[in-house]
């Protein structure tokens, strides 16, 4: 499973052009797309197409030609394999035969967008493509409403105003976006706005509706309340455990009672014992 440059050529590996060598058979989601990237290092193989609707048939194939020990490369148009693009189910065929599946990184829209997105990336969750239907893709939006995490996905350029009017309908107008486009190609384009501020940048701006996008949607605002909107039973507890227990522990005794911050609860035991 090799992957490929998402735009610039120039992003293939040595690795990559050294299994492009090497291999007896290249898998190619458009061979001309892949035509295009080994002519431009002189690279001459055969090319067989394998796509979304010929993957379990084309298996067979596959099979029998790693049982005669040939090498057989799987690529896509761009970007890895098996990634929103055609090679999982290949894949699957190989393992199952009890043969090696080789992973070939490079490239890879998703995380490229992410390094440069200036979110928090210690965890986040890859989508894929959005439903293209507004109904079922504002129903998949709202799963998100209190993400603590980032959420990756792809889009086409067509819709992708109607996207971002149905996040901001879904998950409000502040909530932050980053729309990467045309990665790594000659108009790469970064904008990292308000969902209503980057609706209202798309609808005046028609190339922003051209190319390949990768959408990400921050996650939540963290809601933190006041000391006075804690529960009134919750705070009476807190007022007696504080007189008899140590602040630290009080709090925590009444954060485990109520499933409340023990953070909020030890500053509002503070602010008890400074008015006694």
């Known amino acids: ?157 067509h819709r992708i105003l109607e996207c971002v009017e149905d996040i901001v309908a879904t998950l409000g107008a502040e909530r932050q976006l980053v729309l990467a486009r045309e990665l790594t190609k000659t108009f790469e384009t970064f904008l990292r706005l308000p969902a209503a501020e980057l609706a209202a940048r798309i609808r005046a701006d028609s190339n922003q509706q051209r190319g390949e996008c990768v959408l990400i949607i921050d996650a939540a605002p963290r809601i933190t309340q006041a000391d006075d909107a804690l529960p009134a039973p919750a705070l009476a507890l807190l007022a007696q455990l504080a007189e008899l227990l140590p602040t630290k522990q009080a709090a925590a005794v009444v954060a485990s009672h109520y499933d409340l911050n023990k953070k909020q609860l030890y500053d509002a035991a503070l602010q008890l014992k400074a008015k006694e």
Not at 14 to 25: E, M, S, T, Y
Not at 33 to 49: D, E, M
Not at 102 to 126: C, D, I, K, N, Y
């Open 1 to 157: 499973m090799v992957a490929t440059p998402i735009g610039n050529l120039a992003d293939v590996t040595v690795r990559a052009l050294a299994g492009f060598h090497a291999a007896d058979i290249i898998l190619a989601e458009d061979t001309r797309v892949t035509g295009s990237l080994l002519t431009a290092y002189g690279i001459h193989k055969k090319l067989i197409s394998l796509r979304e609707h010929n993957e379990r048939e084309m298996a067979a194939s596959v099979l029998r030609w790693l049982e005669e020990g040939k090498i057989v490369l799987q690529v896509s148009d761009a970007g890895t394999p098996g990634i929103s693009d055609p090679g999982t189910r290949l894949a699957e065929a190989v393992w199952a035969a009890g043969l090696r599946v080789v992973p070939v990184v490079g490239a890879s829209a998703v995380v490229g967008a992410m390094s440069a997105a200036g979110l928090e990336t210690g965890q986040f969750h890859f989508h894929g493509f959005l439903p293209p239907k507004s109904g079922a893709r504002c129903k998949t939006l709202q799963q998100w409403q209190q993400a603590e995490y980032a959420v990756v996905c792809y889009e086409a350029p």
